[in-house]
């Protein structure tokens, strides 16, 4: 069994995941898309939040380069593209998200992006069926599940966990932040990811550097065998509405 496999299998040990943790890698130039076996491209212009929902959805393995990807969003905050102008004055916010232009323009640079490296290109796959060390591994789960993960992350330092978005590209929030903190970060999944790559209503996301996912499922073997788990045992009491019912039958019954 591969390393990572190995990993996924004990993600879905504790979480019981519904669909497929993500593996993903940042990528210089195109070329190196030979690397990687049975990987498949997409066959028209794409968001890139979809490349995603099919590795973890389906299992593919799948690369998109910046021409590829449509979601402007994306493509700057991956470093693919450098923040223009009418970025940053805040243009794509103002009037949808914020009322005035100087409130966009702080949402804008509170965003999360990749400027120190000149990446073009991503790869997606299911992780338990790469054949590559991915730089970020993405789980999508429920909100106890993602709990279990927070939890996790805090088995050995303690403390608290903190999160930060404007809901809206997540792909900053779930790949830049890991990128630039090396630290586990969670979002909610943005309009992109719900509407093109079919992330559910209940579904969040956590994010986690490679190098911190073996401490994640420490903390999750460590924290199951205490008794902290998923799915979150339900309390069993005996149901009174019976008791008053079987009392009222067993009288019916000696008449």
Same mark, same amino acid.
């Given at each position: 069994?591969?390393?990572? =496999?190995?990993?996924?299998?004990?993600?879905? =040990?504790?979480?019981?995941?519904?669909?497929?943790?993500?593996?993903?890698?940042?990528? #210089?130039?195109?070329?190196?898309?030979?690397?990687?076996?049975?990987?498949?491209? *997409?066959?028209?212009?794409?968001?890139?939040?979809?490349?995603?929902?099919?590795?973890?959805?389906?299992?593919?393995?799948?690369?998109?380069?910046?021409?590829?990807?449509?979601?402007?969003? $994306?493509?700057? $905050?991956?470093?693919?593209?450098?923040?223009?102008?009418? +970025?940053?004055?805040?243009?794509?916010?103002?009037?949808?998200?914020?009322?005035?232009?100087?409130?966009? =323009?702080?949402?804008?640079?509170?965003? *999360?992006?990749?400027?120190?490296?000149?990446?073009?290109?991503?790869?997606?796959?299911?992780?338990?069926?790469?054949?590559? @060390?991915? @730089?970020?591994? %993405?789980?999508?789960?429920?909100?106890?599940?993602? %709990?279990?993960?927070?939890?996790?992350? !805090?088995?050995?330092?303690?403390?608290?966990?903190? %999160?930060?978005? +404007?809901? @809206?590209?997540?792909?900053?929030?779930?790949?830049?932040?890991?990128?630039?903190?090396?630290?586990?970060?969670? $979002?909610?999944?943005?309009?992109?990811?719900?509407?093109?790559?079919?992330?559910? @209503?209940?579904?969040?996301? $956590?994010?986690?550097?490679?190098?911190?996912?073996? #401490?994640?499922?420490?903390?999750?073997?460590?924290?199951?065998?205490?008794?902290?788990?998923?799915?979150?045992?339900?309390?069993?009491?005996?149901?009174?509405?019976?008791?008053?019912?079987?009392?009222? !039958?067993?009288?019916?019954?000696?008449?």
């Amino acid at each position: 069994m591969s390393k990572w =496999k190995q990993i996924y299998t004990n993600l879905n =040990k504790y979480l019981l995941l519904a669909t497929y943790p993500v593996g993903i890698k940042l990528l #210089e130039n195109k070329s190196e898309f030979k690397q990687f076996k049975y990987l498949k491209r *997409p066959e028209e212009e794409i968001a890139l939040c979809q490349i995603f929902s099919y590795s973890r959805y389906y299992g593919w393995t799948m690369g998109c380069t910046k021409d590829e990807n449509l979601c402007p969003l $994306a493509n700057i $905050a991956l470093g693919f593209e450098k923040p223009f102008p009418l +970025f940053k004055e805040g243009a794509f916010f103002v009037g949808r998200y914020n009322e005035t232009k100087e409130a966009a =323009k702080k949402t804008t640079a509170s965003m *999360p992006l990749i400027e120190d490296h000149p990446y073009s290109a991503i790869v997606s796959g299911a992780l338990h069926r790469i054949d590559y @060390d991915p @730089d970020i591994i %993405m789980i999508w789960g429920n909100s106890a599940q993602i %709990m279990r993960l927070i939890q996790a992350s !805090l088995w050995k330092e303690g403390g608290r966990f903190s %999160m930060s978005t +404007f809901c @809206d590209g997540v792909c900053a929030d779930i790949i830049s932040a890991v990128y630039l903190t090396k630290n586990m970060q969670v $979002a909610f999944p943005c309009l992109g990811d719900r509407r093109f790559g079919l992330a559910k @209503d209940s579904d969040l996301i $956590a994010s986690i550097p490679k190098d911190l996912i073996g #401490e994640i499922l420490e903390g999750l073997e460590k924290t199951h065998k205490a008794g902290t788990r998923f799915p979150i045992p339900y309390q069993l009491c005996t149901p009174k509405f019976f008791v008053k019912l079987k009392k009222q !039958l067993d009288k019916v019954k000696q008449k």
